[in-house]
């Protein structure tokens, strides 16, 4: 049914001008993007009826409270940013990693509309350690990588959170990463972050390995870890910290 709706939302969205509209149900109710930001069919028609991502945005908003400090990492056009601003809103910050430039525009402008100063964009990408490194644009304008996967390919500015973390002596509450098969190397230059601070982690994974790997090494750090999606093959999760409370419940 869901699949259905998207369909017809899709075809429905490109008679639309491509300007600001808001999300009509879920956790980003109220909340105005602009139509066409989003890669996909449709510019991401999806978005504005609850249809994408709903157990992971579900999970994301019982987990934050306000006065929360949220790291985002690759934040694309600002989804999860946005519900993170509000939640945590009045006292919390959210720090929003994008390294490409046509969705960090967007998702400036997505801060401006929905009133969220309290997000503050890093134009870089994440990794194992800060410098630079070439990124991979992808096929479309949510699959940029520091690794190949196609496209064009430029240079971009690299940290590491815990470089990051400590230049601004924050404490992150929540970490979400999703960087197309890089998560590894994030988690890696993160390591003293998490087992200083134990944030809760919302990861997405791109490979069996990187699954693997994500988890194995979190475990190790005491971490216990939930699927946020169906099926044999997650690829979505939220981790807690052993010492913290029980894993969120939808």
């Known amino acids: 049914m869901n699949g259905l709706i998207r369909k017809a939302g899709s075809r429905i969205a490109r008679l639309f001008p491509r300007r600001p509209y808001p999300v009509l149900a879920g956790p980003l109710r109220g909340a105005r993007f602009i139509l ?105 304008a949510a699959m940029g990588s520091l690794c190949p996967v196609g496209g064009s390919s430029f240079r971009v500015e690299v940290v590491s959170i815990d470089d990051f973390v400590a230049s601004r002596n924050i404490q992150p509450d929540v970490m979400k990463i999703d960087v197309e098969g890089a998560e590894y190397d994030v988690i890696c230059g993160a390591e003293k972050t998490i087992g200083q601070f134990r944030p809760v982690i919302f990861l997405s994974t791109h490979s069996a390995e990187l699954r693997r790997n994500c988890l194995e090494r979190l475990s190790e750090m005491k971490y216990a870890y939930r699927p946020l999606t169906a099926g044999d093959d997650p690829h979505e999760f939220v981790l807690i910290h052993g010492e913290k409370a029980k894993l969120p419940t939808l």
């Open 36 to 140: 066409g930001s989003f890669a996909g069919d449709g510019g991401g028609a999806s978005v504005f009826f609850n249809l994408s991502e709903q157990e992971q945005l579900s999970a994301f908003a019982v987990v934050l409270k306000p006065g929360y400090c949220v790291l985002d990492i690759g934040a694309n056009v600002g989804f999860y940013s946005v519900l993170a601003a509000k939640k945590i809103a009045p006292n919390g910050r959210v720090f929003a990693f994008e390294p490409v430039r046509r969705n960090a525009d967007f998702l400036r402008q997505h801060i401006s509309i929905n009133g969220a100063d309290n997000i503050l964009v890093i134009e870089s990408a994440c990794g194992r350690e800060s410098g630079e490194t070439v990124f991979f644009s992808g096929p479309n």
